[in-house]
């Protein structure tokens, strides 16, 4: 401190400089040359005028690299939603009933079983239609894509996401279970275009997705989930 105190003239001096004025010629004859001699050392007084003197540019060099920073930041958003599947497996399980006629009505969608609770996600991206009770399915949500196609899920005990919500494909929106009319924990999985219900199962390998998971034999269990 004591230091400072001894040069606080000089840093007067430059910060007049810093301030675009000229420096007062008195100020240089003024203080005695003995003294001027040992300070140009002294860091204080030579880094603050400096940052303050350059802070202009530094704020555009700043904000050049901020602009190229979010110019990549997009490119990387835009690369990964590229990147990112159009459509997902709904949910992982067993494959317990497929898309057919069953019990003198016709089945309109798939049935995968798990735990109660287990994640059921968006198979696309899209806006949420319905989410809550419906007949038969306890409860249901759907899901209309971008081209129209909508996809239902049913029986789910636990829902994540409401009417007129957008969701992306792989979004978490349901936890399974066994509401409605149904024999067990498992999701009632369909399919509609052009307001047809088709077979999920073409449809999702299609999409380079295989729900069979190679376990067809395992639609002959009927301890599993269905409906
Ligand atoms: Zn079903």
């Known amino acids: 401190m004591t230091t400072t105190n001894t040069h606080a003239t000089e ?22 040359s003995s003294a001027a001699t040992p300070t140009p050392s002294a860091p204080a ?21 901020f602009a190229g920073t979010e110019i990549n930041a997009q490119r990387e958003i835009d ?11 709904p949910t992982v399980g067993t494959f317990t009933s ?6 003198g009505t016709h089945h309109g ?19 949420v239609i319905e989410s809550g ?4 399915y306890g409860n249901w949500i759907r899901i209309k894509a971008d081209d129209g196609t909508i996809t239902t899920y049913g029986h789910m005990q636990t829902l994540d996401v409401a009417k007129g919500e957008r969701v992306m494909a792989g979004q978490k929106i349901a936890g399974m279970g066994s509401l ?7 999701l009632h999985f369909e399919v509609e275009i052009d307001g047809q219900k088709v077979d999920p199962v073409p449809w999702l ?11 067809s034999s395992e639609m002959s269990l009927g301890s599993l989930g269905g409906n």
């Open 11 to 32: 840093a007067g001096d430059i910060a007049l400089l810093a301030n675009g004025e000229q420096a007062p010629a008195t100020s240089s004859s003024s203080a005695p």
């Open 45 to 65: 007084p030579v880094v603050v005028p400096a940052s303050a003197s350059t802070g202009g540019t530094d704020n555009i060099q700043s904000a050049m690299l």
């Open 79 to 89: 690369e990964e939603m590229a990147r990112r599947p159009k459509v997902v497996l």
């Open 98 to 103: 497929p898309f057919a006629m069953r019990w």
């Open 109 to 127: 969608g798939i049935d995968i079983a798990n735990s109660p609770g287990t994640s059921i996600v968006a198979a696309t991206d899209g806006v």
């Open 133 to 136: 009770p419906a007949q038969g």
């Open 180 to 186: 409605g009319f149904s024999t067990g924990s498992h």
């Open 205 to 215: 390998l299609q999409h380079g997705l295989d729900v069979m998971g190679g376990a």
